[in-house]
């Protein structure tokens, strides 16, 4: 069984640009959920995709956005990329979104925007 | 909403010491709660869990064990090793998400584990 993969592991970008990230969420799993996690803090939820849909949203702006696919995978997009975007973003699956149903993380991709 | 506070770091320890790493939560209701470890340069993985009061969660030699009362779930092991050094984070799932299964989290706790 794989596990949950992302891609690309680390991306350097200028302000102003933008940029996709990807995730591969594990077999059977309809549920993607997107985090940001700036350096030396935890993880914050940014949002979350069931069946292709947007199924809640954290404290983010318009121009973090998602897709998720009929097979399940997911990008996060960033639109004007700002200098406070720089973070590891993790993606994580589950089997579906209901409450008891565990999150499974990717390693992450580290952006950094200069 | 909720919110999840975690005692700060760097935690330096000698190996073979105890190990607590404090964890209070704020949430209405019932949450879950759970202790997530981070390796260098990986990802999250689930350490342990409880999901109702007084449970305990345990695994590979830590614990936790969930008290509403005191709204905490503080994280033990009492004989730490080098390979548990780490980054770990507490972390809740509340009944009132806007997305059923999304997690909140605390600045995680750095551990170092010294020969």
């Known amino acids: 069984e794989t596990g949950v993969t992302q891609s690309p592991t680390h991306l350097i970008k200028t302000r102003g640009q933008q940029v996709t990230l990807r995730c591969s969420s594990q077999?059977?799993?309809?549920?993607v959920s997107w985090y940001q996690q700036a350096l030396g803090q935890g993880p914050q939820f940014i949002f979350q995709y069931y069946r292709e849909e947007e199924n809640g949203r954290g404290n983010f702006p318009p121009r973090f956005s998602g897709l998720q696919f009929p097979n399940y995978s997911s990008e996060l997009n960033v639109n004007a990329l700002e200098l406070d975007d720089s973070a590891l973003y993790l993606c994580?699956?589950?089997?579906?979104?209901?409450?008891?149903?565990?999150?499974?993380f990717g390693p992450g991709t580290r952006l950094t925007v200069l | 909403g909720d919110s999840v506070t975690q005692m700060e770091g760097p935690v330096t320890l000698s190996e073979e010491a105890f190990l607590t790493i404090n964890c209070t939560y704020t949430?209405?209701?019932?949450?879950?709660l759970f202790w997530y470890v981070q390796y260098p340069g990986e990802g999250l993985q689930l350490l342990l869990k409880?999901?109702?009061?007084?449970d305990k969660g345990s695994n590979k030699g830590f614990e936790a064990t969930y008290r509403k009362e005191t709204t905490s779930f503080h994280l033990e092991k009492g004989s730490v090793q080098v390979s548990d050094s780490a980054v770990y984070f507490c972390?809740?799932?509340?009944?009132?998400?806007?997305?059923?299964?999304?997690?909140?989290f605390g600045g995680g706790t750095r551990l170092m584990v010294k020969p």
């Open positions: 994580a699956s589950s089997l579906t979104s209901l409450r008891r149903n565990e999150q499974f």
């Open positions: 972390a809740l799932r509340g009944e009132n998400n806007n997305a059923g299964n999304m997690l909140t």
């Open positions: 409880a999901t109702k009061a007084d």
């Open positions: 949430a209405t209701g019932y949450p879950s």
């Open positions: 077999s059977g799993h309809n549920t």
